[in-house]
């Protein structure tokens, strides 16, 4: 059941590279991965690229196949014919540092500019009583693996390298959504979200929930939700009126 | 003189697993300058892959649980091999730091009061799990992650800087320890991105470097999973303990042969789910060990009552501890009653509905669906053995988890004791965070101790470490490192695996011997920036030093226990289980193993057992007086 | 200076994109959809007539209600509230306004636009023709942030529309009576509804907005059932748009007497 499967793989570093040809042997049952790593063991000792548990549980083995984001061991290859060329590139939002790694770093970056998890001060551990129906929504985005792609086909950053600094991209936009929706987190987190974060950059067109391999519905659960909250915030005349009311009469 | 970085803190913390984030965690908290080093990513450590969930008792689903009865189940999952102390610390602290997890922003499934749920699984007596669905390690990983960045956030208000006290190096690989005299005085590595040499300065180290599985063929381990700490520790002076018991799990995937070995994680069985042969049959029932058979069911209609009125019912067979599970399935196999891929059947799709699975087992219908093809909510799932766990270790002292050496420490699956002959799942997820606490606890306080007499790192220490790193590249012409890796992992998997023969293990010694010659003479190609080849050259020296370890252990221990089976002394005999095997280096690199006694168990720990019990695992001498 | 997936330090690839599926099809689907509803709606509402038939009360969603002295006699079921409008404005102008604005801020309706009409980007992975890109943040896109008033209006409109359906079970002889136009009416309403309910804002509105679900056990029922409708928001935005436009081209029909509606009761 083993064929010879044709192959691109993108080889180089920032100072430049380009796509390589190789056949290689490919057996029933494989992702792509286990075919960068028999090119490895056959063919090119030196391939660089990041992987860890195999399993998509982990999200190091982050690539672009046929120019789609996807983990490397997720990917099938019995969805492709086997006479079709399968290209793998490094993910092409953040800078490469050899072969198919890049450097992610924005993304650690980001995650620190995040202000922590902010439980009640007086609140002492063994104490904490949730709601399961209260974590739930929380829990969904907690699911998250950074694998970053999301991050990685996020046009706003991929197609745009100078919004890097005013935006954290949708894995970190989501971050801000799970401790907003936190039942114990006493922080504002929205203001921060369209202030720090940019929410406002985000156009809903949905890619990062194509991509996300954990299937979170980043947009509908987290960034929709997110700009909503901010919406009352902010834009929201009628709102922000009963507040200024309501607070009055405090 | 070799170029490279150095750097100077007082704790360097090697493995950015659970066990290494809480000790981080826990020496920046007392105060000290800490380094984190690892070679993946922050956030990808192998702690993601636990699944089931992290065991403590806090007796939130029966209040009739507590320490004394989690202790009774640690040591019988371990075939009272533990070091008792380690398991008493681990029962008595384990809902303090799951606690303390909640106070970091970590979000556990609930109970219907809103405390923290918990599941059942094998070996523990009552529901102890804290659990989220059914990627606790996921969690766990990524809580202590953001505690890291809070605490580096707290740092940044104070100086300014985010890594002032508190840094991470990821993609960054220890090759070598340094000492003064007798003891650490830092740590000599690389990075894996550009090859170029760091070094640290530290009078502490933590290794939290987890385990050995990548020395196995059929592994639910991931690639660094090469034994770094425990073959680090070894050159450093220290001993290994226990390293002749493995844990194979009983459930990893069998087919497609790209993911066989991965994990498919014990609560489908806690849950619910059942092992059947190729016949259909339930044959679990027939593999109850004397030992166990008062707490486990004998029919089938008892075992399914059991889920729902656990208090009037004895466990399903398939709870049984991960050890006896696998060599039942072994045994189903070997007997030709296996599936069409060489596995046996784990059903939870006639148990359970489809909503229910995907609810409750999220990610194993996920992995089974994208993996396999299989729809685990409609068919059977195809199971058999996979290494999954390394219960030795080094050698430390219980409360501060400081090995022989001074200034080293280890936590984690690196260090042994704990778990004695075969661990119970979800105690790696709680002996993480108990041990990883203690290890940098332990850290601080040596520190403290050390005062302004610190050990120095030597010129030509460096020189060494360096030039012993570069050796791969020296070479021409000799063997690639991924021939002999896989020719290793062979050899491990077929003669020192689930079942144990003399002959097999003498001819893995012999094996052994000869991919230590090949692995002095091979080659790498390429250069120093991010070369996986070079990376697998130097971690393949370290799986020969564990594998060595684990070969001669075995074929040492004259007795059956726990991840320790042998075809030719098939019983547990209590003479074995007051005798440690220590393994450490002699001077030329060979690995040597001497017997040690156990520390007796303490009275008032005696005492939480029925003397019926005990009499089934210790001497006549060791029973208490009546 | 390069830009984009060409910037500095980046893999150099030299294609823009490596997609090998037809990535251009779906927003070239929807672009063309979209396009022609936008025609057709135009042309409709400036035509300001054939939008009543009086045998069978059939009133088209487009102008409805019809509220000025330029309706037709009979189709102002709700009475008229203005006076006569000047030629040149459409009389449907305000329900218009409403339906144009509710599906133009819509979340859904604007990943499609992003997509198949301003190509950001078109499709994952394929990078925009923009050299800038400032997302929904500066005027006039910000505006888009007033999507939950459209929600608001829509329901009004909805409830009118259902007004409008109950009156279309009207037989030829006066009394009740069920035609082909009653059915696609009500077929219509039914994705108006589902469209409407599914919506981003009415979630947050109904419960998304809080941080206890527990406390409020009504409102996170509602969230429950809007959250279940809500990841087919998109699908049911398109079939609406599709059984607008044919409620209204069938209702222009039988009005201007192209066919004659076929009746299944009196």
């Keep these: 059941m083993s064929y010879k499967g044709k192959f691109r793989v993108w080889r180089g570093d920032s100072e430049g590279g380009d796509l390589k040809d190789y056949e290689v042997e490919v057996n029933e049952g494989e992702v792509v991965l286990d075919v960068i790593h028999r090119l490895q063991a056959t063919q090119a000792p030196d391939l660089a690229v990041r992987w860890n548990c195999k399993a998509g549980k982990c999200g190091s083995c982050s690539a672009e196949i046929n120019g789609m984001p996807k983990l490397m061991c997720m990917c099938r290859m019995n969805t492709f014919e086997e006479d079709e060329v399968v290209t793998v590139t490094p993910m092409r939002t953040f800078p490469v540092m050899r072969d198919l790694v890049t450097d992610v770093s924005y993304n650690y970056q980001k995650a620190r500019e995040i202000p922590a998890f902010t439980p009640p001060a007086d609140l002492k551990p063994g104490e904490y009583r949730m709601q399961q129906v209260d974590v739930e929504r929380s829990q969904e985005f907690r699911k998250c693996i950074e694998c970053f792609l999301c991050q990685d086909t996020c046009h706003v950053i991929r197609d745009h390298e100078e919004n890097k600094e005013s935006f954290s991209g949708p894995r970190f936009l989501m971050r801000i959504a799970e401790l907003d929706m936190h039942p114990l987190d006493a922080a504002d987190r929205q203001h921060e979200a369209q202030e720090q974060h940019g929410l406002g950059f985000c156009n809903i067109t949905k890619c990062c929930t194509e991509v996300c391999p954990e299937h979170i519905k980043i947009t509908d659960n987290a960034l929709i939700p997110m700009k909503e909250r901010v919406v009352d915030r902010k834009y929201d005349p009628i709102v922000w009126l009963g507040n200024k009311i309501r607070r009055r009469g405090a | 003189m070799t170029e490279l970085e150095r750097h100077s803190y007082d704790v360097v913390v090697i493995g950015a697993g659970g066990a290494g984030l809480r000790a981080a965690i826990e020496a920046r908290e007392q105060g000290k300058r800490t380094a984190i080093v690892c070679k993946s990513l922050f956030g990808k450590a192998h702690t993601v892959m636990a699944e089931g969930g992290c065991a403590a008792a806090m007796g939130n689903a029966n209040s009739n649980d507590n320490w004394q009865v989690h202790y009774r189940d640690t040591m019988r999952g371990g075939k009272f091999l533990n070091n008792w102390r380690m398991a008493e610390l681990h029962a008595q602290e384990a809902p303090d730091r799951v606690w303390e997890l909640e106070t970091y922003g970590a979000l556990f499934d609930r109970t219907p009061d809103g405390r923290i749920s918990q599941r059942n699984f094998g070996g523990h007596t009552y529901p102890r799990l804290a659990h989220v669905g059914d990627r606790t390690g996921l969690e766990l990983i990524r809580t202590l992650q953001q505690k890291i960045v809070s605490l580096q956030q707290e740092d940044f208000q104070a100086t300014g800087d985010y890594e002032a006290n508190l840094k991470v190096y990821a993609e960054c690989t220890v090759t070598e320890l340094l000492k003064d005299g007798d003891a650490i005085s830092g740590a000599f590595g690389y990075w894996r991105e550009s090859g170029r040499f760091i070094l640290f300065d530290a009078p502490a180290v933590v290794l939290a470097t987890g385990g050995v599985g990548k020395s196995f063929k059929v592994t639910s381990n991931s690639w660094e999973y090469t034994g770094d700490g425990h073959a680090l520790a070894m050159r450093a002076g220290a001993t290994l303990i226990n390293m002749e018991f493995i844990q194979f799990h009983p459930t990893g995937m069998v087919w497609p042969p790209s993911v066989k070995g991965i994990l498919v994680t014990e609560s489908v069985r806690g849950d619910g789910g059942v092992l059947k042969n190729s016949e259909g049959k339930r044959f679990m029932f027939e593999y109850v060990p004397d030992v166990f058979r008062a707490q486990y069911a004998e029919t089938e209609d008892e075992a399914d009552r059991w889920y729902k009125d656990p208090d009037n019912n004895r466990r399903p067979p398939e709870l049984l501890p991960r050890d006896e599970v696998a060599r039942a399935i072994n045994s189903e196999v070997k007997a030709g009653r296996g599936t069409p891929h060489g596995g046996v059947f784990l059903d939870v799709s006639t148990r359970l509905p489809a909503e229910e699975i995907t609810r409750r087992l999220p990610s194993m219908h996920h992995q089974f669906k994208e993996l396999a093809d299989v729809d685990i909510t409609a068919e059977p799932m195809e199971v058999g053995p996979t290494c999954h766990y390394v219960m030795g270790g080094v050698e430390v002292d219980p409360d501060t988890a400081q090995s022989v050496v001074p200034g080293l420490f280890a936590a984690g699956e690196v260090a042994g004791g704990m778990h004695g002959s075969n661990r119970l799942g979800g105690n790696s997820l709680s002996d993480l965070l108990v041990f990883g606490r203690r290890a940098g606890m332990g850290a601080a306080t040596y520190v403290d101790q050390l005062g302004s007499e610190r050990p120095k790192i030597a010129e030509a220490d460096i020189d060494a470490a360096a030039a012993e790193a570069l050796a791969p590249f020296e070479l021409e012409g000799g063997e690639n490192p991924y021939t002999i890796h896989t020719e290793l992992q062979q050899s491990m998997n077929d003669l020192v695996g689930i079942i144990r023969k003399e002959e097999e293990m003498e001819r893995a010694l012999a094996k052994l011997a000869e991919y230590r010659g090949r692995i002095a003479k091979m080659t790498v190609e390429g250069h120093r920036q991010f070369n996986p080849g070079w990376h697998l050259a130097l971690d393949l020296r370290n799986m020969l030093t564990v594998s060595e370890c684990v070969a001669k252990a075995a074929l040492q221990r004259q007795e059956s226990r726990g991840g320790h089976t042998r075809d030719d002394f098939p019983g547990m005999n209590a003479d074995w289980r007051k005798l440690l095997l220590v393994c450490s280096l002699d001077t030329d690199g060979g690995v040597n193993v001497v017997r040690k006694d156990q520390i007796p168990m303490r009275d008032d720990l005696l005492e939480l057992f029925e003397l019926d019990e005990l009499k089934k695992y210790l001497t006549e001498e060791e029973l208490p007086a009546t | ?266």
């Design chain 3, 1 to 266: 200076m390069a830009l984009g997936v060409e910037s500095t330090g980046r893999a150099s690839i030299g294609q823009k994109t490596l997609r090998t599926d037809r990535w251009w099809l779906a927003p070239l689907r929807i672009g063309v959809i979209l396009g022609f509803f936008v025609v057709y709606a135009t042309v409709r509402i400036f035509m300001n007539k054939w939008y009543w038939v009086d045998e069978f009360h059939y009133l088209t969603p487009l102008y409805s209600p019809c509220v000025t002295e330029s309706c037709v006699p009979g189709s102002s079921h709700l009475g008229t509230w203005f006076g006569e409008f000047p030629r040149v404005i459409p009389f449907s102008i305000i329900t218009f306004a409403v339906l144009a604005g509710f599906r133009g801020t819509c979340y859904y309706y604007r990943k499609a636009g992003y997509r198949s009409l301003f190509f950001a980007p078109a499709a994952c992975a394929v990078p925009e023709p923009h050299k800038k890109y400032t997302g929904e943040r500066k005027f006039p896109l910000i505006a888009l942030n007033l999507h939950r008033y459209f929600f608001y209006g829509a329901l009004v409109f909805g409830v009118l529309n259902v007004y409008d359906g109950i009156q279309a079970f009207h037989g030829e002889d006066g009394g009740f009576g069920i035609g082909l136009g009653t059915l696609i009416i009500w077929i219509n309403l039914v994705m108006l509804w589902l469209y409407t309910l599914s919506c981003h804002a009415c979630r947050h509105i109904v419960g998304g907005r809080l941080k206890n679900f527990s406390k409020h056990p009504l409102r996170y029922r509602y969230w429950t059932f809007v959250s279940k409708l809500n990841p087919k928001h998109g699908t049911y935005a398109m079939i609406s748009l599709v059984t607008v436009i044919a409620t209204d081209a069938y209702i222009m029909a039988v009005s201007a007497g192209w066919f004659s509606d076929l009746r299944i009761f009196n």
